[in-house]
């Protein structure tokens, strides 16, 4: 039976990228050796790294406009150390959107003054924050573009007139924004990018080397982009195969065709979720995301029935977070239309059920 992969991550990736990925692992370009037991300083893997990093600068649409592309290791959650640790010299704004947000706001204060410019947390972060207002003389503004846990997405980003931060872990490539209006996005790749492992920071040179304390070299910015993103020895596997899935996005057409997918499948799913009466949406709908559906039942007793029948339809992943239950449908990039829709067809079996 097909299985249908909703997970939040580790995520689900293009069958084509998984095979030749794992073709990779027996025999890499034809050398009749493993991707994973060859020299990262070779050439066949130094011509992988530097196609990654190509392939992320361009279909954001930021070559030549001042930004440098690096896959570090450590997930997101390091990044929520060393943003704080380049870029923090006094104050810092962060918005408060969730778990993530919170856990870049314990790291950041360990360098600074940090300002929570807004925050939804009084409505258990249904919403994203409004009508705040930024601060003047900030070293920089972090927000999380999309949240995994409460299902939520900034769709309007503020203006600011310091550097502009993201956390991008579990949205990045699947919408048309202006990646310029972004000073630095981080994003870890087991969100939409590819396995776990390796993480994308995209940044532009010129907010670095402005903060006075002497930064250790694994944790500088400036040091991994002089070394070419190969500081130390990358993480190949996570790196080869972000790289695939990036080939695979631009053969696709680039973040234009697949936000006219993601659009489909997300519209597919909230209306089933709307009209339903046996399930109730979590997020505001105004702020719904694109990529995390977030639902409960409306009556708790139907569990048992909902998850068999999940279970049947070879539904995998659907669970909601730990930390608030209920359920959470990922429709990352590789994610058919035609997975949603077995879902959908789930949802509506329930309600003839209930």
């Known amino acids: 039976m097909k299985k249908h992969n909703f997970s939040a991550g580790p995520c689900i990736l293009p069958k084509e990228v998984l095979l030749k990925a794992s073709e990779s692992v027996m025999d890499f370009n034809g050398s009749g050796l493993s991707l994973i037991e060859i020299s ?3 050439k066949d893997f130094v011509a992988v790294m530097e196609n990654a990093r190509s392939l992320a600068l361009e279909l954001l649409d930021l070559k030549d406009k001042g930004y440098k ?3 570090l290791q450590g997930g997101a959650s390091m990044e929520f150390l060393m943003v704080a640790y380049n870029l923090l010299e006094k104050r810092a704004g962060y918005l408060n959107t969730g778990t993530w947000s919170d856990k870049a706001i314990k790291e950041a204060k360990l360098f600074g003054e940090i ?3 807004g925050s939804s947390k009084d409505e258990s972060f249904k919403y994203i924050p409004k009508g705040y207002s930024v601060p003047s003389g900030l070293d920089y503004l972090h927000i999380t573009s999309n949240n995994t846990i409460f299902g939520t997405q900034f769709k309007k980003f503020p203006k600011t007139d310091c550097p502009l931060v993201c956390d991008m872990s579990s949205d990045i490539f699947s919408r048309s924004l202006d990646f310029s209006q972004f000073d630095l996005i981080y994003a870890g790749a087991q969100k939409n990018m590819g396995p776990a492992g390796t993480t994308l920071v995209v940044v532009k040179e010129e907010i670095l080397g402005q903060v006075s304390r002497k930064i250790p070299s694994m944790l500088d910015y400036q040091v991994h982009i002089a070394k070419d993103s190969m500081f130390n020895t990358p993480p190949v596997f996570a790196v080869y195969t972000s790289m695939l899935t990036l080939e695979w996005l631009k053969n696709l057409g680039g973040i234009a065709a697949i936000e006219e997918i993601n659009e489909k499948k997300a519209r597919l799913l909230y209306s089933e979720i709307d009209l339903n009466p046996v399930f109730e ?3 505001n ?3 719904r995301s694109l990529m995390n559906a977030t639902f409960n039942l409306t009556d708790d007793a139907l569990k048992t029935t ?3 029948m999940l279970k049947e339809a070879g539904i995998n992943g659907l669970n909601g977070h730990r930390s608030v239950g209920g359920y959470r449908a990922s ?3 590789a994610l058919s239309l035609d997975s949603v829709g077995v879902l ?3 949802m509506s079996e329930m309600e003839r059920k209930g």
């Open 69 to 71: 592309a690096l896959f």
């Open 344 to 346: 959908v067809d789930v």
């Open 285 to 287: 709908v105004e702020d």
């Open 331 to 333: 429709m990352y990039n």
């Open 40 to 42: 990262h300083r070779s």
């Open 115 to 117: 300002v929570e410019v």
């Open 306 to 308: 909902f998850d068999d």
């Open 281 to 283: 949406g979590f997020a």
